[in-house]
């Protein structure tokens, strides 16, 4: 036999060879859902509570990058003015933020 066959065929040392292993894994996943998982889901929710909370009037910025002012507000979509007399539909999902008049002009 040559030593690379027999260094893979020793079985691990201690009984918590493998505990420590799968120990090791399942801290990794609580450490990456603390670190990424829930502060994006925390993200998602504020995110959603302020399209809610859009209405008439509110001015927007669409996730294409189009500033608008809202004039309808409709289950799924708002209908948004871009400019005089020029309306679009505009999905909800789709908004990106809200923004001051200070920062429209």
Do not use: C, H
């Not at 493998?18 to 998602?44: A, D």
């Not at 708002?78 to 200070?102: P, Y």
């Amino acid at each position: 036999m040559n030593l690379l066959s027999i260094l893979l065929d020793t079985p691990p040392q201690g009984g918590m060879g493998g505990m420590s292993g799968i120990l090791m894994i399942v801290l990794l996943f609580v450490i990456m859902y603390f670190f990424m998982i829930r502060p994006q889901q925390k993200k998602q929710k504020d995110i959603q509570k302020m399209r809610e909370a859009l209405k008439a009037g509110d001015r927007i910025v669409t996730a294409g990058g189009i500033y608008g002012k809202i004039k309808e507000v409709n289950d799924t979509n708002f209908i948004v003015e871009i400019a005089e007399n020029i309306r679009v539909k505009v999905d909800k999902a789709s908004v990106f933020a809200s923004t001051n008049e200070s920062q429209s002009k």
